[in-house]
């Protein structure tokens, strides 16, 4: 999975850097891409702010949504294997002391465990529905600018039109096809751009999405046997 995620990373900064790139280097007839870029006013500048504002969170998410942060393997087994050796004390100090999410999930279950099954599954859920949220809600900012990058490119040529149309309407007669090509390709730029934003977006926020639920699954699974464990008193010191 992290390999995934390097690939996933490696294209969105590629079709980052494309875009960009193609602003510098590419002509068209009438002037260069920047030019062109230069007449759609403001709307190629709130497209960069955000497209570096996603690219940035998104790049955050990727590093920090690492399956090893959220649920390390080493606790996972340290854990069980206390859990297992009746040391419930030794659990609840280890998931105490991990800041991760399986540690925060696993203390306020082992927690309970007094108070008996139900109350280490309703803490379970609670805490790890809490703890999801939080994961969730990055990804529901990444979707967010996704969703609104197309927008700002539809505003944008919404403009450029508006500015062929003014330039038809002032010249009537002798509008040229060079005069209206100017502002469709400023209008179409915005299209482009903010396309370019929202792709790369959508696809790291989808593989993000998956990535959580894939590890909630996993961490619920390591509670959930640590509650059998608990509860039905498999212990290797009674054993």
Same mark, same amino acid.
């Given at each position: 999975?992290? *390999?995934?995620?390097? &690939?996933?990373?490696?294209?969105?900064?590629?079709?980052?850097?494309?875009?960009? /790139?193609?602003?510098?280097?590419?002509?068209? =007839?009438? /002037?260069?891409?920047?030019?062109?870029?230069?007449?759609?006013?403001?709307?190629?500048?709130?497209?960069?702010?955000?497209?570096?504002? /996603?690219?940035?969170?998104?790049? =955050?998410?990727?590093?920090?949504? %690492?399956?090893?942060?959220? %649920?390390?393997?080493?606790?996972? *087994?340290?854990?069980? *294997?206390?859990? =297992?050796?009746?040391?419930?004390?030794?659990?609840?100090?280890?998931?105490q002391s991990d800041g991760s999410m399986l540690g925060t999930v696993a203390f306020a279950t082992l927690s309970n465990a007094q108070y008996g099954k139900e109350a280490m599954e309703s803490a379970m859920a609670d805490t790890g529905e809490v703890e999801a949220n939080k994961l969730l809600n990055k990804i529901g900012v990444l979707n967010l600018i996704a969703a609104i990058a197309p927008m700002l490119g539809l505003t944008g040529t919404t403009i450029g039109m508006i500015k062929t149309f003014a330039v038809i309407a002032v010249k009537a007669d002798a509008v040229t096809a060079s005069d209206m090509a100017k502002g469709i390709a &400023?209008?179409?730029?915005?299209?482009?751009? /903010?396309?370019?934003?929202?792709?790369?977006?959508?696809?790291?926020?989808?593989?993000l999405k998956a990535?959580?639920? =894939?590890?909630?699954?996993?961490?619920? *699974?390591?509670c959930n046997e640590m509650i059998r464990v608990v509860t039905s008193g498999e212990t290797t010191q009674e054993a």
């Open positions: 999975m992290r *390999n995934k995620f390097t &690939v996933l990373a490696t294209i969105a900064l590629g079709m980052l850097a494309f875009s960009t /790139g193609a602003m510098g280097a590419e002509e068209v =007839q009438g /002037g260069s891409f920047m030019d062109l870029a230069k007449d759609g006013s403001f709307m190629e500048i709130i497209i960069l702010l955000v497209s570096i504002a /996603g690219f940035a969170l998104a790049l =955050q998410a990727m590093v920090s949504m %690492r399956a090893h942060l959220l %649920r390390p393997p080493e606790l996972a *087994n340290e854990l069980l *294997n206390c859990v =297992q050796e009746g040391n419930l004390d030794a659990a609840v100090e280890a998931a &400023v209008a179409l730029i915005c299209t482009f751009l /903010g396309l370019m934003v929202a792709i790369p977006l959508l696809c790291v926020g989808f593989f990535k959580v639920t =894939q590890i909630v699954l996993e961490i619920a *699974n390591d």
